[in-house]
């Protein structure tokens, strides 16, 4: 992979991971374990966050753990419930506000960026499409509610790859979108703001840390515009969701050329808004999902520094954030 980082290596995968089959039961700790590389999403028809997926450092940087448990947020308690599909980190998750399914693309395991769609279905993986062609990890991949597709944009299809290619999916199959867009780039930010009926990219990075990115894209279904370079620094791996409330992006923290950083930042579709400079320890991969139901965002873990992850929860109410002990 091409997430090798000059300042801490902090963003590789080097080791293989098993599959393991569902369960429907499972008693074990509080909390989620420390990861980075996993994925939050929003469980609307449950009012939860849900997360899965990822992986962590073992002895070192020796080894690494990847995981496919699932875990639920109320906004008090994380609870388990089981373990869903194959241990992977570095896939995105979408929901279909339509179908009322989640669904996963990309990826990375067994030493190899993954090109599945996957919709879950009776607690299982169902898998709908697997293009080699289209291998990803850490891509965009978000719902377009107005127009009914999945999108997909970047991420890195092998060591020294990465893609500049929109897909989209329209229930049947991918389809190719023919136009230009961001140049190719992984570990970004990307949303759907369901307000402006766009989707919402910004920064990641090219090849290598030293092609790190700050400009701002949106696209349409039509077009991808290049709408400012103007607002957070450039950065690497930041969390980002969308607050649908307020219609705005929300984006914290990322790797710059400095060093983690823990600023928290919104676009409104017209300007960047740098909204705090304190709460979670700075840090890359610190994933968040919005919680509309208690208009709350939802951030974590995360890596704090190489090799060193964090399984911290955090909420951000639109002025502040607080630690969820």
Known sequence: MVFKIK???ALTFLVS?????????????????KRAHHELIYDEANKRVLLTGGSTPLDGGKSFEFFNDVWSFDG?????SGFSGDKRS?????????SKKFYSFGGFSNNTSLADLRVLESGEWKTMSDDVNMRAAEPGFVYDSHRDRL?????????????DITWEWDGAAWKKWE????????????????????VVLFGGMGLTPDQTDSDTWEFDGAQWIKVTSEGP??????GACYDSKRGMMIVFGGMTKNGFVGDTWGWDGKLWKKLADSGPAPRVMGYMAYDKHRDKVVLFGGRLGWPNDANDTWEWDGRQWKEIK
Do not use: C, H
């Not at 092998?158 to 893609?163: L, P, Q």
């Not at 949303?191 to 402006?196: G, Q």
């Open 179 to 198: 136009g230009s867009g961001p140049t190719g780039r992984q570990a970004f930010a990307m949303i759907y703001d369901s307000k402006r009926k766009k």
């Open 76 to 80: 008090e308690n994380w609870a388990q």
């Open 90 to 98: 570095g896939f995105r998750m979408a929901y279909s506000t339509k």
């Open 233 to 238: 620094s450039p950065r690497i791996s930041p």
């Open 17 to 33: 991971a098993m599959p393991r089959e569902v369960e429907t039961a499972f008693a074990g700790p509080a909390v989620p374990s």
């Open 151 to 163: 999108v997909a944009f970047g991420g890195s299809g092998a060591r020294g790859v990465v893609n």
């Open 7 to 9: 300042f801490l290596a």
